[in-house]
């Protein structure tokens, strides 16, 4: 089983930064397969960006490219996720996940807030 913290959300004012942390357990941290989605209360959870395990290739929804960068420490368990020029329609709860051996968990989130 891995267990995953999110940290570093908060409120921003747009156009500003934040970088998310998720720290992962697990000794095998480098295979898992890692990803941000974020959610918006009523809505679906959407994907937002993830990174190979296998060969840190990266994959970015549309909404998000160019302004986003999904990053990886595989020495520290942890996955990032800077994002710059935030809108305030990035205002959701983002979730880490991470897929290992089929199965995908969940951390418990974290809120970011963009103020107009």
């Known amino acids: 089983q891995v267990q995953l913290a999110e940290s570093g959300g908060g409120l921003v004012q747009a156009g500003g930064s934040l970088r998310l942390s998720c720290a992962a357990s697990?000794?095998?941290?480098?295979?898992?397969?890692m990803g941000w989605y974020r959610q918006i209360p009523g809505k679906e959870r959407e994907f937002v960006a993830d990174i190979s395990g296998s060969n840190g290739r990266t994959y970015y929804a549309d909404s998000v490219k160019g302004r986003f960068t999904i990053s990886r420490d595989n020495a520290e368990n942890t996955v990032y996720l800077q994002m710059n020029s935030l809108k305030p329609e990035d205002t959701a709860t983002y979730y880490c996940?991470?897929?290992?051996?089929?199965?995908?968990?969940w951390g418990r989130g974290t809120q970011v807030t963009v103020s107009s």
């Open positions: 697990g000794r095998t941290f480098s295979w898992y397969d």
């Open positions: 996940m991470s897929t290992v051996a089929g199965l995908a968990y």
